[in-house]
């Protein structure tokens, strides 16, 4: 796969072994990281311990996102609040948070619902610009919202608000809102004609508009395709996953069965970033419950096997200002009539 355009002015470092460090990123100082756990044997090897194979297990969001990290701001669940680890959610999805921004064009007195909010970034960033409106963030993590509530009184954000509530169910104020949006939230919807039912019933009618983002189909998204390949395995076929919203088609008819109008799609192809070298792209990678659970199921050799095929696949994505990956995804806009 070919290297988006802003990726092309990146060069691959040569001496992995450096001290550069991404400028416009902050890192956590090296004392507060927490690493994978790993010892090394006469060969200089890596291994995995397996009394540690569990810390790399990741807490799945009311045990549907069997893909995603929990979604906290600074850090991921096998890090506590406090201590920040190498990379973040955010750090990840940096550029495609601007591209969502833009695309969702909030005005400064819109009512906004922000679906799957995780920690508020996405929330925060549209009560900042509706600051005659307000913003509603709602994620079925307790931990993610708590998280998000401290976030904005930490701001002093007045006009923000954050709920635990599952979006395919919860009880929303009817024709409350000018704009739905999410940032990859909406994948793993058990029922999603249902789900955006619901959702569709907090907008205004006549106008009011859905924009989420969603990722394309794995085969088009390297992060996703790399990782695989490295633990040889598979795409599991039970269940949505976070490619479930993938196909255009498919989504225009969930979205028409739903109410909504207008349905169109933007081809969003951004890099995301797994971390500042190696080690800490490991980490992250290793976060993803996916990856763990693959690792929980391995012994020992073949674990260390695995964690080796996983180091040399992000070594190879190794820029002069990080680990990068190519990704591919669409904004969806929609309206209620």
Same mark, same amino acid.
């Given at each position: 796969?070919?290297?988006?355009?802003?990726?092309?002015?990146?060069?691959?470092?040569?001496?992995?072994?450096?001290?550069?460090?991404?400028?416009?990123?902050?890192?956590?100082?090296?004392?507060?990281?927490?690493?994978?756990?790993?010892?090394?044997?006469?060969?200089?090897?890596?291994?995995?311990?397996?009394?540690?194979?569990?810390?790399?297990?990741?807490?799945?969001?009311?045990?549907?996102?069997?893909?995603?990290?929990?979604?906290?701001?600074?850090?991921?669940?096998?890090?506590?609040?406090?201590?920040?680890?190498?990379?973040?959610?955010?750090?990840?999805?940096?550029? *495609?948070? /601007?591209?969502?921004?833009? %695309?969702?064009?909030?005005?400064?007195?819109?009512? !906004?619902?922000? #679906?799957?909010?995780? =920690?508020?970034?996405?929330?925060?960033?549209?009560?900042?610009?509706?600051?005659?409106?307000?913003?509603?963030?709602?994620?079925?993590?307790?931990?993610?919202?708590?998280?998000?509530?401290?976030?904005?009184?930490?701001?002093?954000?007045?006009?923000?608000?954050?709920?635990?509530?599952?979006?395919?169910?919860?009880?929303?104020?009817?024709?409350?809102?000018?704009?739905?949006?999410?940032?990859?939230?909406?994948?793993?919807?058990?029922?999603?004609?249902?789900?955006?039912?619901?959702?569709?019933?907090?907008?205004?009618?006549?106008?009011?508009?859905?924009?989420?983002?969603?990722?394309?189909?794995?085969?088009?998204?390297?992060?996703?395709?790399?990782?695989?390949?490295?633990?040889?395995?598979? *795409?599991? /076929?039970?269940?949505?996953? %976070?490619?479930?919203?993938?196909?255009?088609?498919? !989504?225009?008819? #969930?979205?028409?069965? =739903?109410?909504?109008?207008?349905?169109?799609?933007?081809?969003?192809?951004?890099?995301?970033?797994?971390?500042?070298?190696?080690?800490?792209?490991?980490?992250?990678?290793?976060?993803?419950?996916?990856?763990?659970?693959?690792?929980?199921?391995?012994?020992?050799?073949?674990?260390?096997?695995?964690?080796?095929?996983?180091?040399?696949?992000?070594?190879?994505?190794?820029?002069?200002?990080?680990?990068?990956?190519?990704?591919?995804?669409?904004?969806?806009?929609?309206?209620?009539?």
């Amino acid at each position: 796969m070919g290297l988006p355009e802003r990726r092309q002015g990146r060069q691959r470092r040569v001496q992995p072994g450096g001290d550069h460090q991404p400028h416009d990123r902050q890192q956590a100082p090296r004392d507060r990281r927490r690493r994978l756990e790993t010892h090394r044997d006469r060969s200089g090897s890596l291994q995995v311990l397996p009394a540690q194979w569990s810390r790399l297990r990741c807490l799945t969001q009311g045990g549907v996102a069997s893909w995603s990290r929990e979604r906290i701001e600074g850090t991921s669940v096998r890090n506590p609040v406090n201590d920040p680890g190498p990379t973040s959610y955010e750090a990840e999805l940096r550029r *495609h948070n /601007e591209v969502l921004r833009r %695309a969702c064009g909030v005005q400064v007195d819109e009512h !906004v619902l922000d #679906i799957g909010c995780g =920690a508020g970034e996405t929330t925060r960033q549209a009560a900042r610009i509706a600051r005659s409106g307000s913003a509603l963030g709602v994620d079925v993590s307790v931990r993610a919202i708590e998280r998000a509530r401290e976030l904005a009184q930490a701001e002093g954000l007045g006009n923000v608000a954050f709920e635990c509530a599952d979006a395919q169910v919860h009880s929303f104020p009817q024709e409350r809102f000018d704009l739905v949006t999410s940032r990859f939230g909406t994948m793993f919807f058990a029922d999603p004609v249902a789900a955006f039912t619901n959702i569709g019933r907090a907008l205004r009618p006549s106008g009011g508009r859905l924009v989420m983002m969603v990722w394309q189909s794995h085969e088009r998204n390297e992060w996703d395709e790399a990782i695989h390949q490295a633990l040889e395995t598979v *795409h599991a /076929e039970q269940g949505p996953d %976070a490619f479930s919203l993938a196909d255009p088609a498919s !989504v225009k008819q #969930i979205l028409r069965d =739903a109410g909504f109008t207008g349905v169109d799609f933007t081809d969003v192809r951004e890099p995301v970033y797994y971390g500042h070298d190696v080690d800490a792209a490991l980490a992250w990678a290793c976060g993803f419950t996916s990856t763990s659970e693959t690792l929980k199921r391995l012994d020992a050799t073949a674990a260390t096997r695995a964690i080796g095929r996983l180091r040399e696949m992000l070594a190879a994505h190794m820029m002069d200002d990080g680990v990068w990956f190519d990704s591919r995804a669409w904004i969806v806009t929609a309206r209620r009539p």
